[in-house]
């Protein structure tokens, strides 16, 4: 009786044997499965990069952003303000300027806000303060404005002239004193695509009255962290709503709505939907190739039965059962499998890294991966190599010796 440790020598020689082929057979294996683990891996890797970036800004935050001119006033923010777990509230404005440094002019991104924005932005200073709502023409400017944007590094307690244009087309022009510098961020993408290293925060009301305005751009609060961000988000988009005329059972029509809220929780919840729904997509495609390698390792075992015929009738001679041949060329596509698994899983732990590394992402692994790696690699060996092994099995020892 054929015993496992001489069946698995058996099916390492003709593997041996044969290297080139064996090779080629596995690489559909290997791509496959790398693949597979690359995706999970990296699906993980940004599901927690989008945790990360949000996080830092903490998943309390709610912003309004107003779809008609001359929509948020002082009202609607008292409105925020006045809802249950609302902590810090504040009106918001975004403009392009021309910002002039000694003789150097930059557009720059301004963003007028009040005192509670330092809060509700997370901002981290490097150095100097954030303004407070007593200050005037003060300045608060991101780091790469500050270092990278003018001929000259603007240093705290320097001035800076800041000229925007109004609704007419007037130009007006103020000097601030810049008394804060922002820490670079690594946050902050929900604002406009833009962070706050490359903008300069200054008073909202300051920014109001250069523009001739009243109204806010947008609304944005912080939560009480013992409140559900998204009851709360829900409130304040029912009062605003109403403040505005807004029936309730339009709050889901964003046609109607003047405006549209966002939370950070709904947010990371749809960027992680997204990442998953890539994932699955791009592992879809990786599981096509891992059939196209089962249908190679089942050719090469179909091309080795009929090479080895001869072979096998010798072996049924000699004593072997059915039930041994079956065994042997089942062990050989399971050891073609599982070395394609493995090489695989090495390969997506590698790609996996690389592209976390390039891409500046939190390295995750789930090591689960390697057990999934393994369990593929070991069925598809199986299903592939059954037909061939059972044709083999078959072969009439008689048949099989007369082959030539």
Known sequence: MLNFKEAFRLSLGSISGSKMRSTLTTLGIIIGVA???????????????????????????????????????????????????????????????????????????????????????????????????????????????????????????????????????????????????IDSPKTTFIQSGAESDVRIFIPIDIMNDMLGVEDYGGISATVDESRSVREVSDEVDRRLARSLGVSERELDNEDVKPYSIFNQADILDNLNQLSSALTTLLTSVALIALLVGSIGIMNIMLVSVTERTKEVGLLKSLGFTRVNILTLFLIESVILSVIGGVLGTVLGVAASYGVSYFLDLPYIFPFYLIVVGFLIALVIGLVAGLYPANKASKLDPVEALRTQ
């Open 35 to 181: 693949a597979v683990i690359a995706n999970v891996s990296l699906g993980a890797s940004f599901n927690q990069f989008f945790v990360e970036e949000l996080g830092t800004q903490g998943s309390n935050f709610i912003i309004v952003y107003s779809q008609d001119i001359d929509l948020f006033f002082e009202n609607q923010l008292e409105t925020v303000r006045s809802v249950p777990g609302i902590e810090g509230v504040s009106g918001i404005r975004q403009q392009l300027a021309s910002v002039t440094y000694i003789s150097t002019v930059r557009q720059i991104d301004i963003q007028g806000c009040s005192a509670d924005y330092e809060q509700i932005g997370n901002i981290q200073l490097e150095e100097g303060t954030f303004f407070s709502d007593k200050e005037k023409y003060v300045a608060v400017l991101g780091s790469d404005v500050a270092y990278e944007k003018f001929d000259q590094k603007v240093s705290n307690h320097n001035s800076i002239d800041i000229e925007f244009v109004r609704r007419d087309g007037t130009k007006v022009s103020r000097s601030f004193k810049v008394i804060g510098i």
